[in-house]
Structures are given as structure tokens and as C-alpha cells.
């Protein structure tokens, strides 16, 4: 991973890594503040070697040195510890008393330092003078020479009283959360950078052509302005400038084409299609051509009620001979014609693998310069992969951070098992940061609830098996 990926994966997961910071820095804090505080005192031994004029001086010195390292260990002795306990009558265990107790020697001197730790300053002291007596005294019963009237070859004294100091010394309450605020930064940075390793998920152009081994036609960032309306009414808006880039590209795509039928589909629900599918109609229709936007997801059909259309009659209407294509079709005030689903039928994808089916889109292909079909998405079901062979070519979503590059890829080996050509891809949602397009549009996509205000359509998913017999308002060409 070089700087400019890791400095990416800051960019696009900066959310992550300042939430982390957040509940690491409260939870330092909310800790920090409930630790009991914690007192020390210190007190001092001196050991030495009593010379009376005979022994060499260093020699007893270099002896006493050697023994005090020795006292040092039995500072924490359970026969002293337990000395301590009884004689302070404290309510603790040996072992836990030896946690606060520490003993060390002082550098280059025969002073041994005895450093105790408890709840307040009074009871530190307390056990520090202890625990210094006591050493006096083990020191005084091991160094006893079996010959009375010798001198012990070791003799230990307190120095001074224990210290007193009333300042706790933990916790450290800004150091404390100093090393939270910054161990929580770090788990954030490793966290977002793990994610990012284990993410399968799309977010960039490569990551779409390297699973799809197809061009990216264009990337879609968010507009917040799409969940008000979700059209692209503006032609100067960045809704319309998006679709602008896909429709002059789906143009270089098939050259040779008087007459273009697109399909418009996904790898998975909820990716955006319906939306794309309906602005790209829209966005075509303002160029000047005629545009035939034909609802081909029977099992959820929402493109009715995102142009605030019927959706009572429709295909199947025509495929079972209650109405003619031509007045099934209803137009949009963007000059877009709509052919609605109909009645939904229980067998979606036996209908549009019929030959009725290929003589209405062929029908179909005739009346209109452009053709785009809104079709389910491919690998939950077939029905996408029927209408390949008959379509000039399909125009797959992948939405940003929720696609998986597997799926993508299963998605177009479903288009090249059948035949079909893939036209492109659009990565769909990007963040406008991640959009190397410049314009935008935020996809809802499948199976989401729209609510336009200007139309005042809610969608319902409403079944209506009883408009069989009615028909919609006829196309004006």
C-alpha cells in the first residue's frame, strides 16, 4: 500500500476513524474520572557493615552492597508481608499487599528504598514505615551471629519517618488521556485501513472494469436534492449534466445504430436502476429523440409511481390482447412514453419468454428512436438474461460501496452466457469526492420507496388485477 492509497482509504473512511475517536477519547475520560485515586509514601533503609577499625573499609562496603540486593527481594517475603498485615491490622491478603509494595536500592548508595501504595496518603505512610521496620528487624534476625559476643556482619536502620504526600500519583489524569485520545486514533487508522483490506465492495472506476473488463460510462455522486425530486428537471443541474455524460456515451457505444432498445439492470437489488433507467429516458427525450421507457420488472415494478403514471395497464395488458400497444403507452410531461407492467403476473419470467413478448418489443423497436427497458436485477433471477437477446445491449449498475466485485462479475458472466452485449457500467452513489465524472445523482434504487413533492406520488405497491379491462392514455406522437 503506497501514501496515496493509505491517505484514500483516511479520505473515504474518515467517518469510521473519527466515531473511533470519539467513543475511545469518552471512554478514557468516563474511566479516567471513576479510578480511585491512588497515594505513595517512601521510606528509606541503610544497610552497612559495622568495621571497628579492623576490616577493610571497601571490602565492607562491596559486602553490604551485595547483601542489600538480597533484602531487596525479601522486601515482598509472605513472613514480612503477613508482619505488615498484622501489625497495621489491614484487611487484605499477602498477595495483594506485595502489589503495592516495591523495594529498590538506591544507585550507588546502601539505601534501600521502600515505596508503598494505598487509598489515601495516611495509610501509605503508614504501611511504608511498616514494611521499613520490618526489614530492620529481618535484617537484625538474619545477620545475628551464634557467637554473643560478636558484632553482626550487617547492621540495617530507618532513616527518617516514612514521607507524607497528599497528591495522589494516579491517576495521571491529562497524561491518561493523552494516551487514550492517541490509542484511540491508532485503533481508528488500523481499523479503517482493515476494513478497507477486507471491503470486496466496488469504490473506484478500476475496481468496476477490473471485475466487469468493461469501460465505466459514468459515476454518479451524491445530490441530496434527489430525494425531493428525483428527475432530472434541470437541464443545468448536476442531475442533468450526469445524465448528459451517459446518454453521449451509450451514443458512442453503438454507432451504427438508427434505433437503439437498452436494458437497464443490476447484480443485486437496492442498486439504483429504476432511478437511471427513468432519468436516462428523460435525458434522451430532451435531446430530441423519442424515447419509449418500457417497466419490464414485474415483481416490483416502481418506474408508475416515480413518474406519477399508471401502472394498471402495461405489457401484459397488450400481451393478452386487452389493449394495442399504442394505447397501453401513456406520456410523460418530459416527453418521455411509458409502458407500465400491467398486472403483475404470477409467472414473470415464462411471459417474457414468449414469442408475444419478442414481437412487442420488436413492435416496439419501430415506433421509437430509443428504447429502455427498466429490468430486474440478474442474479437474484432470470428475467433480465431472457430480455438479453433480444436488446441491442445493457447498461449495468453497480452501486458504490455495497456491489461486490464478485457479484459484479457473476452478473456480467449471466449477460455473456445468454449472449448479450454489455454496453458499460455506472458506479452508482460514489461520495462527490470519489466521482471523476464531476456531476451527480444519488440512486435509491430497487425496491425503495419514492416521494416526489412536486408530483405528490407516494409509491404503494399496489397490485391492480382488476384493470385488466382499462387502458392507459394513449401516446401523443
Known sequence: MDL???LSILRGRWKFIISTLVIGTIATVGLVLNLSP???SSARVFVSTPTNGQADPYAATVFAAQRIASYADLATDPTVLQKVIDRLGLKMTREELAGEISADVVPQTLILQ???KAETPQLAQ???AAESEEIVDLVKEIEKPADTNLSAAI???????????ASPVAPNVMLDIIVGILLSTFIGVAGAVLRDLLDTTVKTRQDVEHATGNAVMATLPFD???RKDPLSRDDSGSLSEAFKVLRTNLQFANLDASRQMIVVSSALPDEGKTL???NLAVSMAKSGRSVLLIDADMRNPNVADLLGLENSVGVITALIGRSTLEHAIQEHSSGVHFLGTGPRPPNPAEVLDTQAMRDLLAHARALYDVVIIDAPPLLPVADTAILMTEVDGALLLARYG??????LRLAVSRVEAVGGRLFGTVLNRTPRRASTDGYGYYGYGYGVPYEIDKGKVKVKFKESESALSGTGRRAKR
Open 155 to 165: 547492621v540495617a536502620r530507618v532513616t527518617g519517618k516514612a514521607s507524607f504526600n
Open 276 to 278: 437511471v433507467a427513468t
Open 224 to 226: 441530496p436534492s434527489v
Open 114 to 116: 521502600i515505596t508503598a
Open 126 to 128: 503508614q504501611i511504608a
Open 4 to 6: 496515496r492509497q493509505f
Open 402 to 407: 455495497s456491489t461486490g466485485r464478485e457479484q
Open 38 to 40: 491512588v497515594y505513595s
